[in-house]
């Protein structure tokens, strides 16, 4: 599941902003203010959600078999994350730019 967390961004802004022509700086500045405050948000969060204590919500609420119910459907929902089919395709490219680079 760590490999699903957003780690801490791995953009190298000087180097990108030496390439940005100056009549475009601003739109970077204003992305590089949205990436920022995106994965301050993301990186805020827990990576996984905190356990429901299903005993407290027996206790408190009186219909009987429902909470039950909740857990059971709680629990049966799995969510699915796509496969990675393009890291191995863009790491191929950044190798063949980089090469062509070096030349």
């Known amino acids: 599941m760590a490999s ?3 780690a801490k961004s791995a953009v190298d802004w000087s180097a990108f902003a ?5 009549e475009q700086q601003p739109m970077l500045k204003a992305f590089k203010t949205r990436h920022d405050a995106y994965v301050g948000k993301m990186t805020s969060f827990p ?4 356990a429901i204590d299903w005993s407290l919500y ?3 609420v009186p219909v009987a078999g429902l909470v039950e119910q909740f857990k059971k ?3 049966a929902v799995k969510v699915s994350y796509p496969e990675d ?3 191995k395709e863009i790491d191929a490219q950044e190798k063949n730019a980089v ?3 070096k030349r």
Do not use: D, F, G, M
């Open 4 to 6: 699903r967390r957003i």
């Open 18 to 22: 030496a390439r940005v022509p100056a």
């Open 47 to 50: 990576e996984n959600p905190p």
């Open 58 to 60: 027996q206790s408190k």
């Open 73 to 75: 459907q709680y629990e």
């Open 85 to 87: 089919s393009l890291t």
């Open 99 to 101: 090469s062509r680079l």
